[in-house]
């Protein structure tokens, strides 16, 4: 089965191509295809990079209609150098990320005239993000046609969450408004929970996980059984962990103070806290951890210092909603990569008995256990495949329907 997966964002999407076979397999296979297009590269333009049959081709388009940059992008699975497929039929699927499902999305489903205008209503929550991935469902129905869509909710797995934990302190009414503590990353999350119970060999049911998605967005999630309890993204992906240009968690007291005496507008103020804040606004130099670490300047190193002491601070705050810890998870381009970010957080936790094995920690770990032996407390890397996940969700729903 030919599974197309679509991760639209507001600035570029992501698309690969899986060949699937029964049984489907437990380790997530190498795309037949690979495509991304950035729109940030110039206004009018979009940079178009495929990865397929041993090649990489990049390429700048005019770009005007971001629905015919992705037509175009479609056309390099069964065109030129990158051709994988006879014909655009060969797909049977297509499943797409959509960052906002509400209240009503719990799991995957396939996609119909109600699912998409559900997306447009929650637009309202993720204005930034449904849309763009309304665009990309368009899309496929501009160039595949009738071809059965999926939708995969960044927001489903933290559908377990208890009110105690979903619930703002704010009156009630706006609860049932849909104003509540939603989470984010969820794929990410979900696949990295079922990939840290295969490699602890462990039931992940019998399992407390904490889980640390750290990239240019951050979020952490405490798992149980399973099954997310808690997390630290809520109503927006702006809660939360200090990430790199979003300042995560704020006194709303804050807020007020700058529209009050700042003169900022809202449109200011959401710029700001999320595009000029984290990372870039302590440091001065960067939201890339990586530009930061390597400047010698103060305000770098406080930048540094402060992404830690909130990584900390927060993790601490999951395994208290878990009652205790089997194993502490990292992944994404921070989680993955950054041996000092790994080393540093986890040493506020040698009172639980976690010990870090450093030269396995300083070895460029993929899906390994960092922790020594004697360790109470596992410590895992896991490289996130939210495509796989994405497409096994796909698998599923198709295969249910036969």
């Not at 940059?69 to 060969?90: F, R």
């Not at 302190?169 to 969820?186: A, D, L, M, N, S």
């Not at 951050?218 to 149980?224: D, G, K, P, R, V």
């Not at 007291?253 to 005496?261: D, I, K, T």
């Amino acid at each position: 089965m030919k599974v197309l997966v679509l991760n639209a964002g507001s600035s570029s999407q992501k698309s690969c191509l899986y060949d699937l076979t029964e049984p489907l397999s437990i380790d997530a296979p190498s795309p037949l295809w690979e495509a991304q297009i950035d729109w940030t590269a110039q206004a009018g333009k979009a940079v178009l990079r495929i990865k397929a049959n041993g090649k990489k081709i990049e390429q700048t388009i005019e770009s005007n209609d971001r629905a015919i940059d992705t037509q175009q992008m479609l056309k390099t699975l069964s065109e030129g150098e990158t051709k994988v497929i006879q014909h655009k039929s060969e797909i049977e699927v297509v499943g797409h990320r959509i960052v906002h499902g509400g209240q009503q999305y719990r799991q995957s489903v396939r996609i119909d005239q109600s699912v998409k205008d559900a997306i447009a209503d929650l637009a309202r929550f993720a204005p930034l993000h449904n849309p763009a991935n309304l665009q990309g469902i368009e899309a496929i129905e501009q160039s595949l046609g009738d071809v059965p869509q999926v939708a995969v909710f960044d927001t489903a797995f933290h559908s377990t969450l208890p009110a105690a934990a979903s619930l703002y302190p704010i009156p009630y009414e706006w609860y049932e408004k849909g104003v509540q503590r939603y989470g984010f990353h969820g794929i990410s999350h979900q696949y990295c929970a079922n990939r840290a119970a295969q490699l602890l060999k462990r039931d992940l049911n019998n399992l407390k996980l904490v889980t640390c998605h750290l990239g240019n967005g951050c979020s952490l999630a405490a798992i149980q059984n399973g099954q997310s309890i808690d997390t630290t993204m809520g109503f927006t992906p702006l809660e939360g962990l200090m990430m790199g240009s979003r300042s995560g968690s704020i006194d709303p007291g804050v807020v007020l103070y700058l529209m009050r005496e700042g003169n900022c507008s809202i449109d200011e103020l959401e710029k700001l806290l999320n595009k000029q804040s984290g990372l870039l606004g302590v440091s001065g130099v960067s939201s890339d951890l990586r530009q930061v670490i390597n400047s010698d300047t103060e305000q770098a190193k406080l930048a540094i210092d402060t992404y830690i002491h909130r990584l900390r601070s927060y993790i601490g705050a999951m395994i208290a909603s878990l009652q205790g810890v089997d194993a502490i998870v990292f992944t994404a381009g921070v989680g993955e990569n950054s041996a000092m970010i790994r080393s540093r957080t986890c040493e506020a936790f040698h009172w639980l008995g976690l010990k870090i094995d450093h030269a396995k920690n300083q070895a460029s770990p993929v899906d390994q256990d960092i922790a020594t032996t004697a360790s109470k407390v596992r410590v895992l890397v896991i490289h996130t495949e939210e495509d796989w996940a994405i497409a096994q969700d796909c698998w599923k729903i198709i295969r249910s329907n036969l």
